[in-house]
């Protein structure tokens, strides 16, 4: 079956780095496009970034310029990049995937942005 692995998440100062991984398994990864979404307290999941199977990236207007979305086929994994973190980016975040008309997601793993 579809597993998402994410991992990655922790503490760190406002201005900081983090690097999200999320590894794929039961599917064909290079075929299908892969995306993180986040969670806040209080709030909806929203979508922070979309990469295609050819490799396009898109991203929330919040995280452009911040943050970067990368894919390595060989290893089924997906990759943020997180840079010049803020306290507003403190959430979960999910990674996801859509197979067969049907949405997939991680466990999550929580990213703090805190003094």
């Known amino acids: 079956q579809v597993q998402l692995v994410e991992s990655g998440g922790g503490l760190v100062q406002p201005g900081g780095s983090l690097r999200l991984s999320c590894a794929a398994s039961?599917?064909?990864?290079?075929?299908?496009?892969m995306a993180w979404y986040r969670q806040a307290p209080g709030k909806q999941r929203e979508l922070v970034a979309h990469i295609t199977s050819t490799g396009r990236t898109d991203y929330a207007d919040s995280v452009k310029g911040r943050f970067a979305i990368t894919r390595d086929n060989a290893k089924k994994m997906v990759y943020l990049q997180m840079n010049s973190l803020k306290p507003e980016d403190t959430a979960f975040y999910y990674c996801?995937?859509?197979?067969?008309?049907?949405?997939?997601w991680g466990q999550g793993t929580q990213v703090t942005v805190s003094s």
């Open positions: 996801n995937v859509v197979w067969r008309s049907t949405p997939y």
């Open positions: 039961g599917i064909i990864f290079s075929m299908y496009a």
